[in-house]
């Protein structure tokens, strides 16, 4: 598997009163963007994290110095992912430019990064020489792949690199028990982040029973995370991470840590520490 640690902080509107049954949770799934930055330095993230008790974050950016600040400020919480983003409509076209693979493996000679994505992809575009080549750099780099995608493109993932570890973003396009279940067992290396699906895995704040046997089944293949793709995000983060507490509650402790902290840790303790390289 794969990689190494980090990230915790700021203040809200409203301070949470939860009492976490697992403190230390780990956000794996974060944006820090550049329109983010007004509001928000490195230094208030941190301290939101810290304020509800998220000791480590994956963090992908735009533009990618923002999660190399973030990693330089606590390099034993924050894991920083390589975005590929420098302006919007790459998120829709990114798969038409020929030069992305050269940018991404000139960025990838600095060690500090432990994965790849946010990476939006759907099944028309799935055959793409540009999404070949990225899957083809994230696994030879040994580095997981972070998609917001459709089913067909996760077969075409593991199509193009067997061994590849893809992080599904929010449980898929359709996120359904039973087609998770399919693929789950389909592919060792897949792992399901849930972010943005609060509403579907616990309608009202009550876990529903079908997701309740699928996080059981396959509670060493499931992350969480709030999906901080907006600034409005980071200003209700406290009450979002509440919400995934609440129904993360309902599920034996266990399961609960595994999810909300001890996956994402194996995932990225599993592989050396590198060092980082200097942001300029």
């Given at each position: 598997?794969?990689?190494?640690?980090?990230?915790?902080?700021?203040?809200?509107?409203?301070?949470?009163?939860?009492?976490?049954?697992?403190?230390?949770?780990?956000?794996?799934?974060?944006?820090?963007?550049?329109?983010?930055v007004k509001m928000y330095s490195p230094v208030d993230i941190i301290r939101i994290l810290d304020q509800n008790e998220v000791n480590t974050a994956v963090v992908t950016s735009s533009p990618i110095s923002l999660a190399l600040q973030l990693h330089q400020l606590a390099p034993n919480r924050i894991i920083p992912f390589l975005g590929l983003y420098q302006t919007d409509k790459d998120k829709q076209a990114w798969h038409q430019d020929e030069e992305l693979p050269v940018r991404v493996a000139q960025a990838l000679k600095d060690p500090a990064w432990r994965g790849i994505g946010e990476l939006h992809l759907f099944a028309e575009h799935r055959h793409s020489p540009i999404f070949e080549r990225i899957a083809l750099l994230a696994d030879s780099h040994d580095l997981p792949l972070l998609v917001h995608t459709d089913p067909v493109v996760i077969d075409r993932l593991f199509e193009i690199a067997t061994n590849i570890t893809v992080i599904w973003a929010h449980g898929g396009a359709y996120p359904y028990p039973e087609l998770l279940n399919d693929y789950l067992k389909r592919y060792p290396n897949l792992y399901i982040d849930?972010?943005?699906?609060?509403?579907?895995?616990?309608?009202?704040?009550?876990?529903?029973?079908?997701?309740?046997?699928?996080?059981?089944?396959?509670?060493?293949?499931?992350?969480?995370?709030?999906?901080?793709?907006?600034?409005?995000?980071?200003?209700?983060?406290?009450?979002?991470?509440?919400?995934?507490?609440?129904?993360?509650?309902?599920?034996?402790?266990?399961?609960?840590?595994?999810?909300?902290?001890?996956?994402?840790?194996?995932?990225?303790?599993?592989?050396?520490?590198?060092?980082?390289?200097?942001?300029?």
């Open positions: 598997m794969r990689h190494g640690l980090f990230f915790s902080m700021l203040l809200l509107s409203s301070v949470s009163l939860a009492s976490p049954q697992i403190p230390g949770l780990f956000d794996a799934h974060l944006h820090y963007n550049a329109d983010q849930l972010s943005m699906r609060n509403e579907r895995i616990a309608p009202e704040g009550m876990l529903d029973p079908e997701w309740e046997l699928l996080l059981m089944e396959f509670s060493d293949r499931f992350l969480i995370g709030v999906d901080t793709y907006s600034t409005q995000r980071w200003q209700h983060y406290s009450a979002l991470i509440d919400t995934t507490r609440h129904w993360m509650d309902q599920l034996p402790l266990e399961v609960e840590m595994a999810i909300g902290r001890e996956n994402v840790l194996r995932l990225f303790q599993s592989r050396p520490e590198k060092t980082t390289t200097t942001v300029n």
